[in-house]
DNA sequence: GCTAATTTTGGACAGTCGTCAAGATTTTCT
DNA sequence: AGAAAATCTTGACGACTGTCCAAAATTAGC
């Protein structure tokens, strides 16, 4: 077996963990790139430094290795318009400044974007991720409301949806442009900032 | 090679497109079913009556026996709420009708849906398809639209939304609904119902 | 009813997949 | 330094994939 399970140093454990991170990581990357249809492990070893054969030593299986890397992409997922929320003075302010993020995060993040959708998608059918997903899902529903909120709180006027109403929206509106984007349209970002905007003043 | 690229009678023709026809329903049984990752030409030619060699007396290859049932599958998607759109007699009719409607079909077609996504998920990795699901969800943004242009003459207000949000967001609640109802959330179904309805009433 | 064309079968192929384990290599501890 | 433990590589396995093909079964034309 390997170190980990026993009681050993901190620096063994550290570096047990630390690897780990490391492939799910490659993982990521493979997932990305290729989604999750055509993700192998022998693909995964490949964006790492090691040969496929260390996958099953610090994994049990595919979908533990899966399994852990979705929950490390959780962490990059759910806090990505808090800077805004807390950058913005104004109502004004905040509406600009969220449409601008999430056209910039889909010019810039496409292939991680798509990995996510792939993996929520990959829910509906596998058992496995379920949990992970709708808890993820549920994370950035509320990074969403955190934004609606304290535009609300600007205007001086309660919100007319719900979370789960906001999220559903902004979310469908993303998606809908990473696929535009992806096929080519340049013009899918933009739109997306207008809509974003646009959507943010209807349900406040 | 086969009698369909000939000048041949009628009947031969036809014989030729229906075979294609029960073949692509074969694919997309397999594909609502295991899902895109998991759906191969074995698990097809199962669902039908034939043997796998069949595939590619029909089809040149995986890809255009996949393509053809997406364009299949176009046909069913397109016009699901034209129905409610012509009995409702007022605004509320429409209005309840309509989550009604989405509510129903998320309970009886799941699979279906969950194929949908799964497809156009899939064009977001495959250029091969990008083409057709583009062309589909444009459909059902149109479909979307000619509900809330329906209910706005029905309020003899302006819609306040353009035809790419009101899509983006009803298909985002539904998307949203349709992973929870197969995580086993049995109200999905209901809040999808009460969710669109309000949904509604904020885009006119 | 016989021949020819069409349709279908089922096996073979070259690859790829996840998994595993034996052995080589590196690191750690005394 | 040497022994022990951890880490990594490599090759193999059985199963599965898309594709192709020769032969069997079916149908159409006369």
Redesign the pocket.
């Given at each position: 077996?390997?170190?980990?399970k026993?009681r050993?140093?901190r620096?063994?454990v550290d570096?047990?963990a630390q690897?780990r991170e490391q492939l799910a990581e490659s993982a990521l990357q493979a997932l990305a790139e290729l989604g999750y249809a055509?993700?192998?492990?022998?693909?995964i070893?490949q964006k790492s430094?090691?040969?496929?054969?260390?996958?099953?030593?610090?994994f049990?299986?595919?979908?533990e290795?899966l399994t852990y890397a979705v929950r490390k992409f959780e962490e990059v997922c759910v806090t990505r318009y808090d800077d805004v929320v807390a950058a913005a003075g104004s109502a004004e302010e905040l509406k600009h400044g969220f449409g601008a993020a999430m056209a910039a995060t889909l010019r810039t993040d496409a292939a991680m974007h798509r990995l996510w959708y792939d993996l929520r998608n990959q829910s509906l059918f596998e058992e496995s991720f379920r949990g992970d997903v709708l808890d993820i899902d549920e994370q950035r529903q509320d990074m969403v409301w955190r934004v609606v909120r304290r535009y609300a709180e600007f205007t001086e006027r309660p919100a007319q949806v719900s979370p789960e109403v906001a999220y559903a929206a902004f979310d469908g509106l993303f998606q809908r442009a990473l696929l535009q984007q992806l096929a080519g349209q340049d013009e899918a970002a933009d739109r997306l900032e207008a809509d974003v905007a646009a959507l943010l003043t209807h349900f406040v």
């Open positions: 077996m390997t170190q980990a026993e050993i140093s620096r063994a570096k047990f690897r055509r993700t192998s492990l022998r693909e070893a430094d090691f040969s496929h054969g260390v996958l099953h030593y610090y049990a299986d595919k979908v290795l």
